[in-house]
């Protein structure tokens, strides 16, 4: 069974960035198509990125040209840069496939707020 471990988040200002990651544990990370996803409070979970096994990249359009996902397949690793930060990207960011096949990680808590 694949489990992960999302780091990075923190409280950013209004227009700053920050480097998520997203550590795997399990035997079929390389193949999968991975995603990041969030949670903000009252909201249904939203997929906002995705990178398949190759390295092609889909974002939802209220993230499209500030977040970038990434993945290292020999690490196991899947990152998500996120730019421009806006006080609507505040929640809860979880990795797992697109489709959330997988058990859910504990997630890291992003807040942007001035």
């Known amino acids: 069974q694949v489990q992960f471990v999302e780091s990075g988040g923190g409280l950013v200002q209004p227009g700053g960035s920050l480097r998520l990651s997203c550590a795997a544990s399990?035997?079929?990370?390389?193949?999968?198509?991975m995603g990041w996803h969030r949670q903000a409070p009252g909201e249904k979970r939203e997929l906002v990125a995705a990178?398949?096994?190759?390295?092609?990249?889909n974002y939802a359009d209220s993230v499209k040209g500030r977040f970038t996902i990434s993945r290292d397949n020999a690490k196991n690793t899947v990152y998500l840069e996120m730019n421009s930060l806006k006080p609507e990207d505040t929640a809860v960011y979880y990795c797992n496939s697109v489709r959330g096949s997988f058990s859910w990680g504990q997630g890291t808590q992003v807040t942007v707020s001035s």
């Open positions: 990178i398949t096994s190759g390295g092609r990249t």
């Open positions: 399990g035997g079929i990370f390389s193949v999968v198509t």
